[in-house]
Structures are given as C-alpha cells and as structure tokens.
C-alpha cells in the first residue's frame, strides 16, 4: 500500500504557471490559551490566530514569480495568493488549502563559489483572509469566529 511522504505532495501557487517548489511549509498558531485558577488548568479561552509558510524555489520558479511581478509593475504588488498542497496514497489522501497568502521575498541569494547544489531563494508568506486554512475541506477555523468577516 502505497502512503503518503512528504514528497509525494503536488502543490498550486494562485494562478500562477505550474512551478516545482523545492520545499515548502506550512504553520499554524492557534493562540488559545490554557485559563488557570489558583494555579490549576479551569478551560481554555480562544486567541488570535496566525497561519505562515516558507517555499523554497529554484531559477526556474523565480522567473515564473518575477514574471508576475514585472506583469503587476512590482514585487510587492503581487497579490495575495490561494496556496493548495495536495497529496494522494493508495488508501489516503490530502488537501491542505491557505487562503490569502502574501508572498515575501526573504534569502534572495546565497552565494557560495564552493557549492554544488543550484540556486534557491527563500519566499515566505503569511496567511491573510479570514478563510484562513481548510485541511481535507474542513476549515480550520470555527465558523462563529468568523461569522462577521467571512462573505457567505
């Protein structure tokens, strides 16, 4: 039975030319606390919540990117982007769906005369709409938490 690795994930980057990401990640904080009376856990209150990631792209990616940000006149007026990492096994499957990403340019070059391996630049991106993640459909955020900023 064939299972899941982390390198069997495809993953689509807003409307962009399909692009071969070297690495990507994708983080949650949740920000619900803990409440403690006298010192002893009594339930949990909800927090702010933040969702980020890094992609790590090569030569090739870079100038689908930097084709975009020449079309929109600039890097920082790329929009933000709907990132979608799927994967498939013989008896599983996932989707994990980011809404709203924006894409910030962070290691651009690294330079090493000693180096075998090809050029990678770092794009980190922060979760911006309310939408925020949806994992295998389900949405990460309880809908009463968002029932006044998400458009039905």
């Known amino acids: 039975?064939?299972?899941?690795?982390?390198?069997a994930f495809n993953m689509s980057i807003g409307d962009f030319a399909k692009m071969r990401v070297e690495k990507a990640t994708l983080k949650i904080d949740d920000g619900r606390?803990?409440?403690?009376?006298?010192g002893v856990p009594n339930g949990f209150v909800d927090g702010e919540v933040s969702a980020d990631?890094?992609?790590?792209?090569?030569a090739t990616a870079m100038g689908i990117l930097a084709a975009e940000a020449t079309s929109k006149g600039?890097?920082?007026?790329?929009?933000p982007v709907d990132i979608v990492f799927y994967a498939k096994g013989t008896n599983e499957e996932e989707k994990?769906?980011?809404?709203?990403?924006?894409?910030n340019l962070t290691d651009i070059v690294e330079y090493d005369p000693g180096s075998?391996?090809?050029s990678i630049t770092k794009v980190s991106f922060e979760v911006t709409s309310p939408d925020f993640v949806r994992i295998n459909e389900?949405?990460?955020?309880?809908?009463?938490r968002t029932e006044n900023i998400v458009a039905k």
């Open 1 to 7: 039975m064939k299972r899941i690795s982390s390198s």
């Open 33 to 38: 606390k803990v409440v403690k009376d006298g």
């Open 53 to 58: 990631g890094e992609l790590e792209l090569d």
């Open 74 to 79: 600039s890097w920082q007026d790329i929009e």
């Open 96 to 103: 994990v769906e980011a809404f709203g990403c924006l894409l």
């Open 116 to 118: 075998d391996k090809k």
């Open 138 to 144: 389900v949405p990460y955020l309880s809908p009463e």
